[in-house]
């Protein structure tokens, strides 16, 4: 009877044991979480009180090694100070250098930007002038049409236009949405010394990129001036014959469009080498992480907490600044279509065929190029999630890599490793490598379609 009895008590021990053990496992899981989650807020209160100091310094912690430091000083100095002095420029960022009149001119230089894009998009309407297509020439070749859809052609691109650099201020300027150079830093300390070379030459490689594209896009522009004709008449059904008179006039008015293309180019580039260079540096950190779990380089707790950390930063590139990144490429996707079919356009009797053909090449791969960097970042950051996720499912494959770890700190790092979703947004849409490719096919074959029957025969509605 008395071991009859000793077994019913065992049996009745073992649920409450096991009970007990999944409460032990699920505080450890909690308390590692919240712990790295008032860790990440620590961080970003002090990454947002140093932005305030100056905005164009980063201060380097005094306990990294010479090789680091270098590379880290290297990448502030061609990268992160030409980068702000972008923002500055447009008026996305403060000037805090400067007393008295300049800074009150600096505090209303928003406004001045603001004003000069207004213009610029008015001016392009009185002028039947775009960026991205040639004008339509009459049969005597003195006059152009604007084209029958204005609201469409014009306005609303405009509309959208003048929205993103006010969302971009708001970003940039007011709520600090962004913190490259807090990510950077963070992420040069993390790495490894062989890999910190290649991350500053890349983020270099982004900047230097996004100055060629905004080269090409005033050259571009200048030439559309050319393939617009300064002699030629402008006809508007709402405006007759403005300008007809005065070329002078009209060469003022073009040269104050120019100057707001400049500034909205500027801004399109901003927006893009940010977003690039952070989802640069989101997938170097994953990539870092995987290397420390296969090689056993940290602790359990210490990778957790590596991974909420990068979760919590990529959470913020996908909020405010992935939408601004979305709205502008749906410009650049509008911009390369119309550029496209622009060509179609053209005629053998064109008086400025070549001109006008080469331009709409150009403005083609210009928009082209700059619509399918954030798309590759995007899935460049998915892709690196997903690795990290089947790096960790290795260590039950791997059990002599972590054998001396107790069991339920490798449970956790699985099952939190396997939760967890590193995946970037463009439009609070996740971005996949597979979505890339197969969106790509798709487009280029629906676009080709547009192109082959441009009657629209085959479809009416369009």
């Known amino acids: 009877m008395s071991t ?9 021990l073992e649920p409450s044991a096991k009970s007990t053990e999944q409460r032990s496992y699920g505080t450890l899981v909690e308390t590692r979480l919240n712990s790295s989650q008032k860790d990440n807020v620590t961080d970003q209160d002090q990454l947002v009180q140093a932005e305030e100091q100056d905005y164009a310094v980063v201060e380097f912690p005094t306990d990294m090694n010479d090789f680091t430091g270098k590379q880290l000083e290297r990448c502030q100095r061609l990268v992160l100070r030409p980068y702000n002095t972008f923002l500055c420029v447009i008026g996305w960022r403060r000037v805090l250098a400067y007393e008295g009149v300049w800074y009150i001119i600096f505090s209303f230089w928003p406004l001045v930007v603001l004003l000069l894009l207004v213009t610029s998009c008015i001016v392009q309407i009185l002028l039947c002038y775009t960026r991205d297509s040639i004008p339509l020439i009459q ?29 971009g201020l708001f970003i940039f300027r007011f709520r600090q949405h962004e913190d490259l150079s807090g990510l950077t830093e963070k992420v040069f300390c993390a790495i490894e010394e062989k ?32 393939v617009h004709g300064l002699n030629k008449k402008v006809e508007l059904e709402f405006l007759k014959n403005y300008g007809n008179d005065s070329t002078e006039i009209k060469i003022a008015m073009l040269t104050t469009a120019q100057i707001g293309f400049i500034v909205i180019d500027v801004a399109y580039a901003s927006v893009v080498v940010n977003y690039a260079m952070q989802c640069q540096l989101i997938v170097y950190s994953i990539n870092n992480i995987g290397a420390r779990i296969r090689t056993k380089a940290t602790t359990i707790d210490t990778i957790i907490k590596e991974v909420c950390d990068v979760k919590a930063c990529l959470s913020k590139i996908n909020g405010h600044l992935s939408r601004a990144t979305g709205a502008i490429m749906f410009i650049f996707l509008y911009s390369s279509v119309s550029s496209l079919y622009s060509l179609q356009q053209l005629k053998p009797d064109d008086n400025d065929l070549v001109l006008a053909a080469i331009t709409g090449f150009l403005s083609s791969i210009q928009w082209t190029v700059w619509l399918v960097i ?3 970042q995007a899935a460049r950051v998915t892709h690196a999630g997903t690795q990290l996720k089947e790096k960790a499912m290795e260590i039950r494959s791997r059990p002599f890599l972590y054998m001396n770890a107790p069991q339920i700190d490798l449970d956790s790092l699985i099952i939190y490793c396997s939760n967890v979703h590193l995946k970037a947004k463009l439009l609070s849409i996740p971005i996949s490598p597979s979505m890339v490719v197969g969106g790509s096919f798709f487009l280029g074959f629906t676009i080709y379609l547009v192109l082959k029957f441009d009657n629209y025969s085959w479809a009416s509605w369009l």
């Open 4 to 12: 009859e009895r000793a077994l019913e008590d065992s049996s009745l």
């Open 139 to 167: 049969d005597d070749d003195m006059y152009i049409k604007c084209s029958d859809h204005i609201a469409s052609s014009f306005i609303m691109l405009d509309i959208l236009l003048v929205m993103t650099y006010l969302y």
């Open 195 to 226: 890999k910190s070379k290649k991350l500053s030459a890349s983020m270099l490689f982004f900047l230097v990129l996004g100055i060629l594209w905004i080269g090409c896009s005033i050259g571009v522009s200048i030439m559309r001036i050319f």
């Open 374 to 376: 954030p798309l590759i």
